[in-house]
């Protein structure tokens, strides 16, 4: 429903509610009831779902599903103009109107044909591999087991607790920044500087965990490595993937498409909290040069393989990826993947 203009920074806003999340659970944590009252705590998970179930009324049908879905036209454009405040929402009408009729000769996919149709091969490699890294780079790992890596560095349990505090702090307020990026930078560039900086940063970390006998100075250094690491996972590689995963798929398979790369996100989570204690018990603080490794692919990966998709439409956007998947494109197909950097 978003504008193109808009896309990047509303995408955004998903990643921002997870991080203000996160931040009100550790200070929860700081609670000293929080040992004896947990099950009360829990049950506030309830209280935004109560808030969505209740408001959920007001909320309108995408414009996009009611054209290229529901073939209504007319509804379409009536929720556009109500959305954006305007009467002036041809371009993007149009912009429907030619991706509905091209769509009319294609079914839904299901997640099942998203493995077998060459025409979104390259959308879901892509979004597989950045839902991977991701996780495999080791995010989950640093907010579920920040106490006990701050204790490996020689704080107390009660001064772990607040450092991750803090930590959570810093990855709300670089997600506000993200968002201001988003359409200034674009998500490609965010993508490499963030994984950049989540290398630069794995191992610094590293090397500060291995030289804690050196001084106690070093354990700040600890710090600062998690706090640079945040940064770049906050900046890129937390909120894009997820903006990524509706931008790449034509509307026939971006439903699958988004599906599936929910479904290899959390499977990721899942082994990276299931099997990082174990890791990190074999490897002590090596186990943060496999982050990094993971993080110096995605950063190799954007660079050569996945489009900027700031200020394109949708069309451009499966041009791009109709040359890479080897799909035979019209005329003036080619004229736009021609002019897509311009």
């Known amino acids: ?39 009360i705590y829990m049950a506030l998970t309830g209280v935004p779902a109560i808030i969505w179930i209740a408001l959920m009324g007001l909320s309108y049908e995408s414009p996009r599903y009611l054209y290229l879905e529901k073939n209504d036209a007319t509804n379409a454009a009536r929720v556009l103009k109500k959305v954006r405040g305007t009467d002036d929402v041809e371009d993007e009408l149009d912009e429907m109107k030619a991706e509905h009729e091209k769509s009319l000769s294609e079914e839904n996919m299901s997640i099942g044909a998203l493995f077998t149709s060459k025409d979104v091969r390259w959308q879901l490699i892509s979004i597989a591999a950045m839902m991977i890294a991701q ?143 174990i890791a990190e018990a074999k490897l002590g603080p090596y186990v943060f040069i496999f982050f990094g490794m993971v993080s110096l692919f995605a950063f190799l990966y954007c660079l050569k393989i996945t489009p900027e998709t700031k200020g394109k439409s949708f069309e451009e956007i499966q041009v791009y990826f109709a040359k890479l998947n080897g799909v035979e494109i019209s005329d003036e197909e080619m004229k736009l993947a021609d002019n897509r950097d311009e």
């Open 135 to 277: 996780q495999m780079s080791g995010i989950n790992a640093v907010f579920f087991y920040t106490n006990k890596i701050f204790e490996s560095a020689g704080f107390t349990n009660e001064t772990s607790t607040k450092i991750s505090v803090l930590i959570g702090a810093l990855n709300v307020a670089m997600t506000f920044v993200s968002m201001s990026l988003m359409e200034k930078a674009g998500r490609r560039s965010l993508m490499i500087y963030g994984y950049g900086i989540m290398v630069v940063f794995c191992v610094l970390l590293t090397v500060a965990l291995k030289s804690l006998h050196v001084g106690t100075w070093v354990s700040y250094v600890s710090i600062l490595c998690v706090m640079g690491y945040i940064v770049g996972f906050a900046i890129g590689p937390g909120p894009v993937p997820w903006i990524w995963a509706t931008e790449f798929f034509k509307q026939s398979a971006r439903a699958a498409g988004a599906s599936m790369g929910c479904v290899i996100c959390l499977v990721c989570t899942f082994i990276v909290g299931k099997f990082f204690p």
């Open 1 to 39: 429903m978003s504008a193109q203009e808009d896309r990047g920074w509303i995408g955004v806003l998903n990643q921002l509610l997870i991080t203000i999340g996160i931040l009100v659970a550790q200070i929860v944590a700081l609670s000293s009831t929080m040992r004896e009252s947990w099950g």
